[in-house]
């Protein structure tokens, strides 16, 4: 995954003092499709610090997997703050990690509005036993792969603001 190249020494600091402080990480991701949990297994010994990720891309795997409200969905949209933050919390509820990363987004090239352009991404990271935090940026739009790559890289920095 040469793609991923780039963020591999953020994932494997990450991983290092996971390790050292024994933590578990668990991902619940949406637009990036896998991608975090992806960059984090490709540091050697990951297995250590990787509990599980949750690929929820479709609002019916949100609910059933990670618990998300589907009237919540429904009345916020599942690319809001709301959803993120159930997300971060269902995967908390659903996993023995102790710090878990959650993102959904509009990745393009189709899907935006004028609401939520494409490149707009909601995050939220939890530790446990501590609040929920959240973000939300709005990447340009310099395609598919360039937004999910940045989502990556901004999960990767609040999963590192945790430990």
Do not use: N, W
Not at 20 to 33: H, I, N, P, Q, Y
Not at 68 to 84: D, M, Q, T, W, Y
């Amino acid at each position: 995954m040469t793609e991923l190249a780039p963020l591999v020494p953020a994932a494997a600091e990450l991983i290092a003092v996971c390790a050292a402080r024994g933590l578990k990480v668990a991902t619940a991701e949406s637009c990036t499709g896998g991608l975090i949990a992806a960059v984090l297994t490709e540091v050697p010994g990951s297995s250590a610090v990787v509990e599980r990720g949750f690929v929820t891309y479709s609002d019916a795997a949100k609910t059933e997997l990670l618990a998300v409200p589907a009237r919540l969905i429904a009345e916020v949209g599942a690319v809001s703050a709301e959803v993120a933050r159930a997300m971060a919390e269902g995967a908390l509820a659903r996993s023995q990690a102790d710090l878990v990363v959650a993102v959904t987004g509009i990745a393009g090239p189709s899907g935006g509005s004028a609401d939520k352009p494409v490149g707009l991404v909601h995050f939220a990271a939890v530790r446990r036993g501590r609040p929920v935090a959240d973000a939300v940026h709005r990447f340009a739009d310099r395609g598919r792969a360039a937004i999910r790559l940045a989502a990556t890289r901004e999960a990767l920095a609040m999963l590192a603001a945790l430990v």
